[in-house]
Structure formats: structure tokens, C-alpha cells
């Protein structure tokens, strides 16, 4: 059954980018992405005119998720990185049908312009650039974007291995769900205590409300809003309060306790 919660809160998204002490907000902050030095991978398509002119990333006018895999492998993207997985999210924003990622060479086109990449062997260091803004604070407007769209996925994920509609699939389960946030919140201090918790103790599936919760819990604790000792956690001027649902609460428990030591 889905996991109790004491009361329902939603995480709000900066609309603007934040000052140096600002970062320090509950909210998050955007911030500019740190200047990079670009690496040809010398391997691969230059151009989105080369990728859908190549049988092997596009068949029947559209780039399937084996031929998206493909080009993850051309540019020297692992499976499943935080990198291939957000150049996923650009290139398909609203999860429809996961086998195929991009409908036309112009989309493909926009997403290498919206990350300010000439070809596309530019595209992997924006990508890590990208990577280190949102790792600051896990509170950008594209990281939220990110992190809602990786529920949407892994709730298509699993429909397809139950051959079912996604609209009738409510929760992420739970391997699933950490494979997602291992791509995503691999850096955050307190993931592999989460990612522990969650296998050896929770042991459920993700709804949408904890998944949302997590992400804002991820963000608090990142800017210090949240003590690293977690001891103001359920502060209301830590964001807590009566907001938190109990997988939080219990976690937090389990850590202080000692647990996954």
C-alpha cells in the first residue's frame, strides 16, 4: 500500500535565477551554467542532417529508443547516466511513447541550439555542465522539470512490462524507481542512505506525492536549509512542520539511529 503521509505540500520551483546567498533559500536556485571546455568525442554524427540520414539512429522517420541508445554510444553516454538520461528528457519532454525519443531531425536541432551546442559533439560536456548546475542545489526550474519527468517515465516503464495502459499504473516500483534516482541524485550526501532505506526497510513502490517529496527533501538538505545532521528537519523554518510524509520522517529516524552504518 502506498506509504502514509501527515499532510500534502508541493515544492515550488524558482522562476528566476537566485543570488550566491539566495542559494541558501528552501527553493533552490538556478544558476548559471560554469563555462566548458568543448571535447570532440571524434566519433559519430556532427549533425542532426547526419543522424536522421543514418539508418542506424532513425528508422520510419523517427529516432526509436535502440536508435537513441545508439547515439548515447556514439557520443560516450552511458546507459542509464544522468547525462543520457536528461538529453532523453530534452528530446521527448512529455513521456507519450518511450520507444520513440524523437519524432523529426528539427526537434533534435532544437534541443542541440537549446543547450547551445553547434554539432553534436558538443553535446556531452554541455550536458556535464548542466549536470553540475543542477547537483548545486537540486532546485532549478530544469532539474524539477527533470525529476517529475523521470516519475512519468518510470510509471511507462512499467507499463510496458505489464502490458498495460500507463494511466493505469500509479506508483514507480521500487527498483525502478532507484535505478531513476541513481541518475539523478547520485551525488546528493544522503542518496545511498535513501537508496538503502528504501530496499532493506521500506521496500515499497513510489507514489507521486513521496517522489515530488523526496526531490524537495533532496533540495533542502543540499542548500543547508536542512542540517547536514538533519536534527531541524521538521522544522517549519526548514520547510517541515506537518508536511513531511512519514517515509521521510522514518528515514531521517533510521539515520540518526545509526542505520546503513
Known sequence: MPPRKRAAATAKSPSKPASKAQKKSRKGAEAAEPDVAVVSTGRGPRTAAEVWGNAEYVEDGVMGAAGFAKLCEALELKEMSFEACFLNHLLSPTVDNIMVVCKTKAELQRCMEG????????????????????????????WNRFWKWLFEMGKAIQALKVSAPSSSVRTVPLDEGLQLMDASLGAWWLFPKLRQFSASVHGQAFTKDLWLQIGRFANLTAVGV????????????????????????????????????
Not at 543547450?115 to 530544469?142: H, M, W, Y
Open 115 to 142: 543547450l547551445g551546442c553547434s554539432t553534436l559533439q558538443e553535446v556531452p560536456a554541455k550536458l556535464r555542465a548542466r549536470r553540475q548546475v543542477i547537483e548545486n542545489s537540486f532546485g532549478t526550474a530544469d
Open 226 to 261: 536542512v542540517l547536514r545532521d538533519l536534527s531541524n528537519y521538521d522544522d517549519d523554518a526548514a520547510g517541515g512542520g506537518n508536511a513531511w510524509p512519514c517515509f521521510i520522517d522514518e528515514l531521517v529516524e533510521w539515520v540518526q539511529g545509526g542505520g546503513g552504518e
